[in-house]
């Protein structure tokens, strides 16, 4: 069984309670083929983008549900049917990715020793490089 989700457009000229009979239908269907209605989500009227079976809005329904991939046609058949569902899209959500592995804790701090300076060395970098242009010159 794999995790999909179906986005569908019922009908504006029915009222909340035959879009919620539609809703049913819709996770009977699902139920019917084999799946699991997980999670519904209403999103309500809104306009579309184009008039579709001389409709110019719609209610929008988002459904997350569980099947065998093998069942998705004869579900997309039954959608195709319904009057009252004016266009559905079946999408496969992805794999949920893997916990991921524990990550080591950051090592220890650690604290370097000094650098031992010759004296040489530690004289020419305390001249200034003004002082070192005026050597290089002479």
């Known amino acids: 069984m794999r995790d999909y989700e179906v986005l569908y457009i019922v009908r504006a000229d029915l009222d909340d309670e ?4 539609v809703v049913r239908r819709v996770n009977t269907l ?14 309500g009227k809104r306009k579309l983008a184009y008039e579709v079976k001389h409709q110019k809005e719609g209610s929008y329904v988002l459904q997350d549900f569980r099947i065998d ?4 046609p004869e579900l997309e ?4 049917i319904t009057e009252e569902v004016l266009r559905h899209l079946i999408v496969r959500k992805p794999e949920k990715a893997a916990p991921a592995p524990a ?3 950051p090592p ?4 370097l020793e000094p650098i031992a300076v010759e004296p040489e060395v530690a004289a020419a970098a305390g001249r200034s490089h003004g002082d070192r242009e005026q050597e290089e010159e002479s």
């Open 18 to 21: 035959k879009v919620q009979d």
């Open 30 to 43: 699902i139920e019917r083929s084999g799946g699991a209605a997980e999670r519904t989500n209403l999103w």
């Open 69 to 72: 991939p093998q069942r998705i």
């Open 77 to 80: 058949a039954a959608l195709k």
């Open 103 to 105: 990550v080591a804790p």
């Open 108 to 111: 220890a701090e650690v604290v």
